[in-house]
């Protein structure tokens, strides 16, 4: 009897248009509704405030701490006959290309001392640049001749160029030896790249090919003995930078420099940046937790922090002076 | 001719006038054997009649289809977008503009890039192959290029465009919609019906209304009418409380009255009827004073009218058909009362009485001598009838302003109480009306007789104006009963309705096709009229215009009538301004002839400027298209959001010219609600739909469309100032499934819900403070500058997020290995920032945090990082740049996490401090009730006044002010006495 009751019920429930009620369809769900209170507004303030500043100042100490010894040698390494028409020298593959430069570390550089060329005005994230490289070529022996995308520099001579494009036509080819009171410094050219791209993007059975053999010249030439994989400056080359003033790691020195030690480079200053007219520099550097020498995180943090307290500050006196 | 085969040779012409849109008036002739006889509105059967208590009649078809006058006034179905949305869509040009902008000048800065890498044969920046390229990069052909790479930014910078705003946009409406069908709050019980919202495109709209037009029978009424009070020689009967005094009561704070009400709704059992005393009830007036009177006035009441008894064949009970609802009602309360009518031939009328002396019931049977009709002009009808006793007698009832006047001397016994009980019955909002009745001798109703039906079987065309005149010859001399009290029954709420809405600042114009009294009347129940407004009101009922409208030349009359109503409206306008805050507001009552004059080109602007200024307009006498012109005129005039609310089918061009239609889902059929946006069941769900619903909707939907800029704005302006740094060759600095992602997956969810849930102040504050909805009349959150601020928002954010990654992640190494960054890093990098900023925001801006909010927005957030796993972890053929980027290169790197959280707090920096000095400084009133709410204050009258306080316009209408009015009268008139 109960239970027929209760089904005739819900059947003239289901009859009737009337809403089924809850909180979600009658907008009635619990929430908090915050609301921005002065105690609310100084607090925030405040915490941010005080969490910035030490952050800011400790991101600023590590990056104090960091060595950097900056040398922009392109100009100076032009002979003195040639400073009018630096162009010429570079692109005359008979002149002498060696060039020696003294560089004076002013603080202890712990190693490792990493080596950076850094370039100028170079528009590697140039979308014509960007796009020109084929990652299956790259990769597997099988897509060898696939080529797409690298146009003009896909062939040569009908042949397909390993590896194809722009980007490893244009790689970068100074060379610097280092010495330290006369003394060679080994410079170690291992796992300058990224893990991933060694192990997943070139491949270990791919070998150059055809590389800088068409009538214009690029860059660099490649070790055809040696498969991509391996050819490490070529894979840091070609991840390509994000910015027109770039930095890209050369190798590191696995032992210390000593404070006023002179270290003498010998560059092979082959790369064609004066037909841009960009810089080339070379850049020696510890790390730190943070990477390498830059303020700026380290300053903003303290500036926001900053910001905040003084925000704070005067929307307490605000409060004092009118209360609402 | 009572066979169908009859009509075989029946020949006759019909002479009409052409098709046209005039419901009330119809000009042709019938012409049978060479004679004419005049065709009349009387003869004329408009579309969609229907018969009753008829069986078949015989007719002729005149007009069909479109040439119906019914069609004629019908309108085309629009098609209606809120304003909110079409403001969009100027937003949404000028953001077309801005992108076209942008890649114009990065065109521009490309093709001079381009051009200068080849010059003399020379190349400059070698490692493009500028000597060798498609026509994209051609240094030979840089316009070329140029022009190529305008349409690559064009794709590039399209993120701008928020295409998935129109998505989400219906997606959200939909919910919206949802949410109004199932509002409890406007369910009807009775008819079993919730709201519904047929269309989800004006959700917003309701939330912006400035300007109601309602209907009055069926929407303010019910449409029924109930005996409530009546003056019997000077003793005011009957304890029935309206409505209108209900409210008062409330406004007061009477608890005695509430009482009252609850003892009405349980014995509220008989229909039309609402009287209540215990000293005429049940016989029991035999008692009274003036038992006689209260005899022959009950008696009157059975008698003197048109009605048709239906007698319940199981029961026995009786109904009645009548003409109108209160002739009915009075029918009814004459049974209540011990004089039931239950038979009607076509020359008696016969009634059971209750006899005075035996206290038994006796039938009785009246011969119908004459029926003098009720018109417009005549504001009475009479009875003329023999009694069994043989005595002949007029019975008559009529308005006070005819009736008065043809009293007898010595029937003037008790006139002055029931004018004084009229007028407070007429300030209650009920109609009245005055009974009376007189003994005629034989020789007088000879002659009486005689003459009129000599003028009623007359055939000229003034037949009418002759049996009035007659008529009027025998109404008079007359004996006065007292009067009657019937409430055109208000639904539920509408007083309280009407006057929230008029405190949030709607004004509310009744249109109705009803007289001017009844109209009048209704504006009184409902507070839209009071005592001591002062009326404005333009008619051409008036006797000259009816002498001006009987002259041969039509044009004529017709200019003198335009006349007369532009110098009456021009009389309004001096009033309105001279008029002072002491003399009261204004009230305009306009008939439908005047209408027709008013909405003419010439005049209209004049009449829209002094409807405005009036505190109440009141439309009567208007067909429906006239309803829909007054809606148009004040949609396009004042390009403020207009709602016409109606129940039938005179109401369909309204509902579908006016900016949102809502439909009453009554007793009248489906026409109107079909023909509607929003259909309700109640004029009262008006309020909740409008304060609530619209108040929510429109908030939601302007901070969701802001946001939407917001959003894409920040994230293209990072794309465009990349560009700057890659000479606007057109690399995007994301990956492209970062891309093609940012709309979907990692920000939709949090604005949808943003778009859905998002409340300022609870449906109960809303409900509280009715002048929260200023907000959206004002278009206050939609206004340009805030748009405009929260594009710069946009605009700023996308700035602090690029040049503060590009600066902290500049040449150098950015982790302890020495790694430095690639295009990946900092495209993941900005992206991540991008991801943060956004969705904090929306956290910030949020004012409602359900656990939908938390789930969506902190949801989205962690799903990026999914996602970034997830696809780094694909193979690199699909995953290309984005390979392993976050597990190797960005996630053991501390700087990368020091910069998230640096560029997140320094974007929403701005934001924050400016909305913590607008809370504290410049609250909007939404603003001001949340504090209130969370300081406990909301119950404390002293600041709800406060708030109340900062209204934009005092409240002329609704009971609260006419509590306001009479309570400052009585201040004024105590003041006096001291």
């Keep these: 009897m109960k239970g027929r009751r209760s089904s005739s019920d819900s059947s003239s429930s289901s009859k009737t248009k009337k809403p089924q009620y809850s909180k979600f369809t009658q907008q009635e769900l619990s929430a908090c509704k915050p609301i921005l209170t002065p105690g609310y507004v100084i607090g925030i303030f405040i915490i941010v405030g005080v969490i910035f500043i030490p952050v800011g100042i400790i991101s600023l100490f590590a990056s104090e701490n960091v060595v950097e010894i900056v040398d922009r040698y392109d100009e100076g390494c032009i002979p003195p006959n040639y400073s009018d028409d630096m162009l010429a020298y570079i692109q005359n593959s008979d002149t002498n290309k060696t060039c020696t430069r003294s560089l004076k570390a002013?603080?202890?550089?712990?190693?490792?001392?990493?080596?950076?060329?850094?370039?100028?005005?170079?528009?590697?994230?140039?979308?014509?640049?960007?796009?020109?490289?084929?990652?299956?070529?790259?990769?597997?022996?099988?897509?060898?001749?696939?080529?797409?995308?690298?146009?003009?520099?896909?062939?040569?001579?009908?042949?397909?160029?390993?590896?194809?494009?722009?980007?490893?036509?244009?790689?970068?080819n100074d060379s610097y030896g280092f010495s330290i009171k006369n003394k060679m410094v080994k410079v170690s050219k291992k796992n300058i790249a990224w893990e991933s791209d060694k192990k997943n993007k070139f491949g270990s059975d791919v070998y150059p090919k055809n590389f800088q053999n068409g009538v214009l010249i690029g860059g660099g030439k490649l070790n055809s003995s040696i498969p991509l994989s391996k050819q490490e400056d070529l894979i840091v080359w070609m991840r390509t930078a994000a910015l027109p003033t770039f930095r890209k790691l050369y190798g590191r020195i696995e032992s210390d420099i000593q404070a006023n030690d002179s270290v003498t480079v010998i560059i092979e200053n082959n790369y064609n940046t004066y037909s841009f007219g960009g810089k080339k520099k070379l850049v020696l550097s510890t790390t730190t937790w943070i990477g390498g020498k830059n303020d700026f995180l380290g300053i903003a943090y303290i500036t926001v922090g900053g910001l905040c307290l003084f925000l704070a500050i005067s929307f307490i006196l605000v409060y004092v002076v009118m209360p609402r | 001719m009572h066979e169908d085969s009859n009509f075989q040779n029946f020949k006759a012409i019909i002479r009409c006038e052409d098709p046209n849109a005039n419901l009330y008036t119809f000009v042709g002739s019938l012409e049978l054997e060479e004679q004419q006889y005049p065709l009349t509105p009387q003869q004329l059967l408009l579309r969609d009649s229907k018969l009753r208590n008829t069986d078949c009649i015989y007719g002729a078809v005149i007009f069909t289809g479109r040439d119906t006058k019914v069609f004629q006034n019908s309108t085309g179905p629009p098609s209606k977008r809120s304003k909110v949305e079409r403001r969009m869509d100027k937003i949404i040009y000028f953001l077309f503009g801005i992108l076209v902008l942008m890649s114009f000048i990065g065109s521009i800065f490309f093709g001079i890039a381009t051009r200068e890498d080849l010059q003399d044969g020379k190349m400059k920046r070698w490692y493009l192959r500028p000597d060798d390229t498609t026509a994209y990069y051609d240094p030979k052909r840089a316009a070329v290029a140029a022009v190529l790479h305008f349409l690559t930014a064009l794709m590039l910078y399209g993120y701008l465009i928020p295409i998935s705003l129109y998505v989400s946009i219906e997606i959200v409406k939909i919910l919206q919609s949802i949410f109004i069908n199932q509002d409890l709050h406007m369910y009807y019980e009775e008819t079993d019906k919730p709201a519904r919202a047929r269309t989800?495109?004006?959700?917003?709209?309701?939330?912006?209304?400035?300007?109601?037009?309602?209907?009055?029978?069926?929407?303010?009424?019910?449409?029924?009418?109930?005996?409530?009070?009546?003056?019997?020689?000077?003793?005011?009967?009957?304890?029935?409380?309206?409505?209108?005094?209900?409210?008062?009561?409330?406004?007061?704070?009477?608890?005695?009255?509430?009482?009252?009400?609850?003892?009405?709704?349980?014995?509220?059992?008989?229909?039309?009827?609402?009287?209540?005393d215990e000293r005429i009830m049940n016989g029991s007036w035999v008692n009274e004073p003036h038992a006689d009177v209260i005899q022959k006035f009950l008696r009157l009441l059975a008698i003197c009218h048109t009605a048709l008894p239906e007698v319940d064949e199981e029961n026995g009970k009786i109904s009645y058909e009548a003409e109108s609802p209160d002739e009915a009602a009075f029918v009814i309360a004459a049974r209540e009362l011990?004089?039931?009518?239950?038979?009607?031939?076509?020359?008696?009328?016969?009634?059971?009485?209750?006899?005075?002396?035996?206290?038994t019931k006796v039938e009785r049977s009246y011969s119908l001598l004459n029926v003098l009709e009720?018109?417009?002009?005549?504001?009475?009808?009479?009875?003329?009838?023999?009694?069994?006793?043989?005595?002949?007698?007029?019975?008559?009832?009529?308005?006070?302003?005819?009736?008065f006047e043809r009293l007898a001397e010595n029937g003037r016994e008790f006139e002055e109480q029931t004018k004084e009980h009229i007028n407070e019955y007429a300030d209650a909002g009920l109609r009245t009306l005055i009974l009376a009745y007189r003994e005629l001798d034989e020789k007088e109703y000879k002659q009486f007789n005689e003459e009129f039906t000599e003028a009623k079987n007359s055939v000229s065309a003034d037949r009418e104006e002759l049996a009035e005149e007659i008529a009027e010859k025998i109404e008079k001399n007359l004996i006065l009963l007292g009067a009657t009290a019937v409430e055109d029954k208000l639904q539920n709420g509408v007083p309280e309705c009407i006057d929230k809405l008029a405190q949030a600042g709607i004004k509310l114009w009744v249109l109705t096709g009803d007289k001017m009294e009844t109209a009048i009347n209704i504006g009184f129940a409902c507070s839209l009229l009071r005592q001591g407004m002062r009326q404005v009101i333009i008619s051409s009922e008036t006797p000259e215009s009816k002498t001006l409208e009987k002259s041969e030349d039509k044009s004529a009359a017709a200019a003198a009538l335009k006349a007369s109503v532009l110098h009456q409206l021009i009389r309004g306008k001096e009033l309105l301004d001279s008029s002072n805050e002491s003399l009261g507001p204004l009230a305009l009552i306009i008939d439908g002839k005047s209408l027709t004059y008013?909405?003419?080109?010439?005049?209209?602007?004049?009449?829209?400027?002094?409807?405005?200024?009036?505190?109440?307009?009141?439309?009567?006498?208007?067909?429906?298209?006239?309803?829909?012109?007054?809606?148009r005129l004040v949609k396009t005039k004042t390009s403020s959001t207009t709602l016409a609310i109606g129940d039938g089918a005179n109401d369909v061009g309204m509902l579908q010219e006016a900016d949102i239609g809502v439909g009453i889902s009554g007793v009248e059929g489906m026409q109107a609600v079909m023909s509607s946006d929003i259909a309700i069941a109640q004029f009262r769900f008006l309020e909740r739909l409008l304060l609530v619903h619209g108040h929510w909707c429109y908030r939601r939907i302007s901070s969701m469309i802001c946001y939407f800029f917001?959003?894409?704005?920040?994230?293209?302006?990072?794309?465009?100032?990349?560009?700057?740094?890659?000479?606007?060759?057109?690399?995007?600095?994301?990956?492209?499934?970062?891309?093609?992602?940012?709309?979907?997956?990692?920000?939709?969810?949090?604005?949808?819900?943003?778009?859905?849930?998002?409340?300022?102040?609870?449906?109960?504050?809303?409900?509280?403070?009715?002048?929260?909805?200023?907000?959206?009349?004002?278009?206050?959150?939609?206004?340009?500058?805030?748009?405009?601020?929260?594009?710069?928002?946009?605009?700023?954010?996308?700035?602090?997020?690029?040049?503060?990654?590009?600066?902290?992640?500049?040449?150098?190494?950015?982790?302890?290995?020495?790694?430095?960054?690639?295009?990946?890093?900092?495209?993941?990098?900005?992206?991540?920032?991008?991801?943060?900023?956004?969705?904090?925001?929306?956290?910030?801006?949020?004012?409602?945090?359900?656990?939908?909010?938390?789930?969506?927005?902190?949801?989205?957030?962690?799903?990026?990082?999914?996602?970034?796993?997830?696809?780094?972890?694909?193979?690199?053929?699909?995953?290309?740049?984005?390979?392993?980027?976050?597990?190797?290169?960005?996630?053991?790197?501390?700087?990368?996490?020091?910069?998230?959280?640096?560029?997140?707090?320094?974007?929403?920096?701005?934001?924050?401090?400016?909305?913590?000095?607008?809370?504290?400084?410049?609250?909007?009133?939404?603003?001001?009730?949340?504090?209130?709410?969370?300081?406990?204050?909301?119950?404390?009258?002293?600041?709800?006044?406060?708030?109340?306080?900062?209204?934009?316009?005092?409240?002329?209408?609704?009971?609260?002010?006419?509590?306001?009015?009479?309570?400052?009268?009585?201040?004024?008139?105590?003041?006096?006495?001291?």
């Design chain 1, 106 to 172: 002013t603080k202890l550089m712990k190693s490792p001392v990493y080596i950076y060329y850094q370039l100028d005005n170079f528009y590697q994230n140039h979308r014509r640049y960007v796009k020109s490289r084929n990652d299956k070529q790259l990769w597997s022996k099988k897509h060898e001749d696939d080529t797409k995308n690298c146009a003009p520099e896909a062939t040569s001579n009908g042949l397909s160029i390993v590896p194809c494009g722009l980007i490893a036509w244009s790689l970068f």
């Design chain 2, 200 to 276: 989800s495109n004006l959700n917003e709209e309701l939330g912006q209304v400035d300007t109601i037009l309602s209907d009055k029978t069926g929407t303010l009424t019910c449409n029924s009418m109930e005996f409530i009070k009546c003056s019997i020689a000077g003793t005011s009967y009957g304890r029935g409380v309206t409505e209108v005094e209900r409210a008062m009561a409330r406004r007061k704070g009477s608890p005695l009255e509430e009482e009252v009400t609850e003892e009405q709704e349980d014995k509220a059992s008989i229909k039309g009827f609402n009287f209540e």
């Design chain 2, 338 to 359: 011990g004089f039931e009518f239950y038979e009607r031939t076509q020359t008696s009328i016969s009634v059971h009485e209750l006899d005075p002396v035996t206290g």
């Design chain 2, 374 to 403: 009720f018109s417009s002009s005549r504001k009475r009808m009479s009875v003329i009838v023999r009694s069994e006793e043989g005595t002949l007698l007029l019975l008559s009832k009529g308005a006070d302003s005819v009736m």
């Design chain 2, 598 to 631: 008013a909405l003419e080109d010439d005049v209209k602007d004049l009449f829209l400027e002094l409807a405005i200024g009036c505190a109440s307009v009141i439309c009567c006498r208007s067909s429906p298209k006239q309803k829909a012109l007054v809606t």
């Design chain 2, 710 to 978: 917001y959003k894409n704005i920040a994230f293209g302006f990072t794309l465009f100032f990349f560009e700057a740094y890659a000479s606007f060759s057109g690399q995007p600095v994301y990956n492209d499934w970062f891309l093609s992602l940012y709309n979907v997956f990692f920000t939709s969810l949090p604005v949808i819900a943003l778009g859905v849930f998002d409340q300022d102040v609870s449906a109960r504050f809303c409900l509280k403070f009715p002048l929260l909805y200023q907000e959206g009349v004002q278009n206050i959150l939609f206004s340009w500058t805030r748009i405009l601020g929260w594009a710069l928002n946009g605009v700023a954010n996308a700035a602090i997020i690029f040049f503060f990654c590009i600066h902290a992640m500049k040449q150098q190494a950015f982790r302890k290995g020495g790694e430095v960054i690639g295009l990946e890093i900092l495209g993941t990098t900005m992206y991540t920032c991008v991801v943060w900023v956004v969705n904090c925001q929306m956290a910030l801006s949020v004012t409602y945090f359900t656990y939908i909010q938390h789930l969506f927005i902190w949801g989205g957030i962690t799903f990026w990082y999914i996602f970034l796993l997830a696809y780094g972890a694909m193979d690199p053929y699909i995953s290309t740049t984005a390979y392993k980027v976050f597990i190797e290169a960005c996630a053991p790197a501390p700087s990368f996490w020091l910069i998230t959280l640096l560029v997140l707090m320094s974007s929403l920096l701005p934001y924050f401090t400016y909305s913590a000095i607008q809370m504290r400084f410049f609250p909007l009133h939404h603003q001001m009730i949340q504090w209130f709410r969370s300081d406990g204050q909301t119950d404390d009258p002293e600041f709800c006044q406060m708030v109340r306080q900062r209204s934009l316009r005092p409240t002329t209408v609704g009971y609260t002010a006419r509590f306001e009015a009479s309570s400052r009268d009585l201040k004024a008139k105590l003041e006096d006495s001291l």
